[in-house]
């Protein structure tokens, strides 16, 4: 249902693309790793992963199940609440671990939160905890790094500046792009895991940026 949601609602406030590395494939059983800029970017993610047929089970923020209506459909669709700084946050990753198990498609947020930053300008993804990588070792399921920009075009800044975007952006449809990088074997331990997993989202990430012509990519 959160696809399809997606694939209407994001039209209506932004022009959306998609581009992907040669031999770049959605397999199943793989961990998607995307960078965070906005409350906006998961719809557009998920967005551009329908494209290619692929839903998702999503690591998100548990606050969200506490919304009504959006809380129960997340609940209802297998999508997987995470509780930073508590002891909870390992169950997140058992539950992840199973959905890679049986075939799912498993999409986190490696930096743990948004960008504390007002402006709407693109900057490379923020350092990744370790989640990911501990995932990644402990089910041995590859990675495909995805990168995408202009979601800050929608929303950024403080909370009265997000709704303002929110509700402008369907007449001023700004560019958003997505790019979908070649899947990779993490190996090493923790750390170097992460540090290869950031790598690859961020080139992903500097891919997208570039396409939108954001200065963050273009000067990198």
Known sequence: MLSRVADVLVPAVGRLSVTTDPGAELA?????????????????????????????????????????????????EGHIPVVRGDRRAAAALDIAAEALEQGRLVLIYAEGGLPRRRDA?????????????????????PLIPVGQAGARRITSGSTAKQLVGLVTAPLRRPDLHVHVGTPLELTGACAVRTAQARTAVTNAWRTAAAHLREPAALTA
Do not use: K
């Open 28 to 76: 199943p059983g793989s961990i998607v790793a995307a960078n965070h800029t906005s409350l906006a970017d998961p719809a557009i993610v998920v967005a551009a992963l329908h494209r290619f047929g692929a839903r998702p089970v999503i690591m998100a923020a548990a606050g969200l199940w506490r919304v009504p209506l959006l809380g129960r459909a997340l609940a209802r």
């Open 121 to 141: 300008a693109e900057s490379a993804p923020g350092t990744f905890r370790s989640g990911l990588a501990r995932l990644s070792e402990r089910t041995g399921a």
